[in-house]
């Protein structure tokens, strides 16, 4: 059977009257050193050693001495001040932020163009926080925040989504793609009747990116089936680049990839872009590291170009008619 009652824990403030106590070997001094009287002192050494289930100290007209129990408990004592400061002192670095974990989750696009840039900053303002992240299509993004796998996500503006708060980070124009060569990169911009009346290649229906196309499509009365449906952008702008058809990506996507083999053309239309923004669910409180984190994308924002990338769309290097 256990000398020490489970039911009662140290109080971390007898612990350190005890400790103090043990390393003066003196009640008046230890009172004077924690700034306390010598009988609250006292009580603080009789509680403990309730708590202990043994006697701790003995003590004399002039002298007190730890008893064997005593000896043993203080080299427990000082150890467990010791972790008991160093918990706090982590505690506190993250809640400030300077310590613990960000789980991100990002689309493709973001996690290709926006979010390298930005995680640089981030890393170099909180270097001790280890960053965790998860690349997913749009949807799939959204989920992992509803089920708490992640804190943050940058993806486009969800429609409707209640229990998101959405700050917009920037704009995200959608360009059409063109192998070297193609009808279309006469024009300085094109229409979509223009497009549909070509083979294309696009990203599977579940992407946004795809959804958004299609909706154009059904908006204006056509229907375009592509030749070719892909999973990643990279083979999207290979089977372009191959001739193999023409599509359509997110101008913040093509800013990482070669552009040797394609060509670049602005969609005369306005409307056609995603606003990309840094998502958390409106219930949960922010870690610190998550606020600074969509601090630093929107000060990332502000230092860099990155918000003006429909302006890094490349012009057509033939002509200046709008396809009619």
């Known amino acids: ?60 007209t002039r002298s007190v001495e730890l008893t064997s129990v005593g000896k043993e408990f203080l080299k427990l004592g000082r150890q467990l001040l010791f972790e008991f400061d160093l918990t706090f002192e982590r505690l506190e670095s993250v809640v400030t932020g300077n310590a613990g974990s960000l789980r991100i989750a990002a689309s493709p696009s973001v996690m290709a163009s926006f979010l390298p840039g930005a995680l640089r900053r981030f890393s170099g303002r909180l270097p001790g926080v280890e960053v965790q992240l998860i690349e997913k299509v749009y949807e799939d993004c959204i989920d992992a925040l509803r089920c708490r796998q992640v804190e943050v996500v940058l993806t486009p503006r969800k429609q409707t989504a209640a229990d998101l708060m ?66 990643r952008v990279n083979s999207m702008i290979g089977f372009i680049g191959a001739g193999l058809g023409i599509g359509i990506l997110p101008s913040s996507f093509l800013r990482v990839y070669n552009q040797d ?30 606020q600074i984190f969509i601090e630093t994308c929107i000060e990332h924002l502000l230092d860099t170009e990155t918000i003006k990338l429909t302006d890094s769309v490349r012009t057509p290097r033939n002509g200046s008619g709008v396809v009619s």
């Open 261 to 290: 083999a394609i060509s670049l053309v602005p969609i005369d239309d306005l409307a056609l872009s995603r606003v990309i923004c840094a998502s958390y669910l409106l219930d949960a409180t922010l870690s610190s590291p998550a």
């Open 1 to 60: 059977m256990p000398i020490i009652n489970p039911r009662r824990r140290v109080n971390i403030r007898d612990l350190e009257a005890f400790v103090e106590v043990a390393q003066a070997l003196s009640f008046s001094r230890a009172a004077e050193n924690l700034h306390i009287s010598q009988p609250t002192l006292s009580d603080k050494i009789r509680n403990l050693e309730r708590t202990i289930g043994a006697r701790l100290l003995d003590r004399h």
């Open 166 to 231: 959405q700050r917009e980070l920037f704009v995200d124009k959608l360009v059409l793609i063109c192998p070297e060569g193609h009808p279309l990169t006469h024009f300085q911009s094109v229409r979509w009747e223009q497009i549909a009346q070509f083979p294309q290649v696009a990203m599977r229906p579940t992407s946004n990116v795809r959804q958004l196309i299609d909706h154009e499509y059904l908006r204006i009365g056509l229907t375009v089936t592509p030749v070719y449906e892909v999973d």
